[in-house]
């Protein structure tokens, strides 16, 4: 099973850029797809993104779209997201997780990281 430990997170004004990491252990992080989800206080665990397994796909939540990148570096074992132009609605503890590249539920996916707040101040 695969362990995952996300990195990267931390305040930011509105405008402003985060890269998220998470590092995955085990030799065969190569076959999964990953994804990235958010959940902010009261809330469910929403989708971010995804990634297939040599990163040539990616899907975004549309709340993102065109403001967040999704890619992965099997040789480093490693998930990023690049978030650009950061809004307040952004803020959440972010985490990433194994599942399939279509799924877009939280209850798809498993080997939760323990994830990393971001939090966007106006």
């Known amino acids: 099973q695969v362990q995952l430990v996300e990195s990267g997170g931390g305040l930011v004004q509105a405008g402003g850029s985060l890269r998220l990491s998470c590092a995955a252990s085990?030799?065969?992080?190569?076959?999964?797809?990953m994804g990235w989800f958010r959940q902010a206080p009261g809330k469910e665990r929403s989708f971010v993104a995804a990634i297939s397994r040599s990163g040539s796909t990616t899907t975004y939540a549309d709340s993102v779209k065109g403001r967040f990148t999704i890619s992965r570096d099997n040789a480093k074992n490693t998930v990023y997201l690049q978030m650009n132009s950061l809004k307040p609605e952004d803020t959440a503890v972010y985490y990433c997780a194994v599942g399939p590249l279509w799924a877009t539920m939280a209850s798809d996916f498993g080997s939760w990281g323990q994830g990393t707040q971001v939090t966007v101040s106006s």
């Open positions: 085990g030799r065969t992080f190569s076959s999964y797809a």
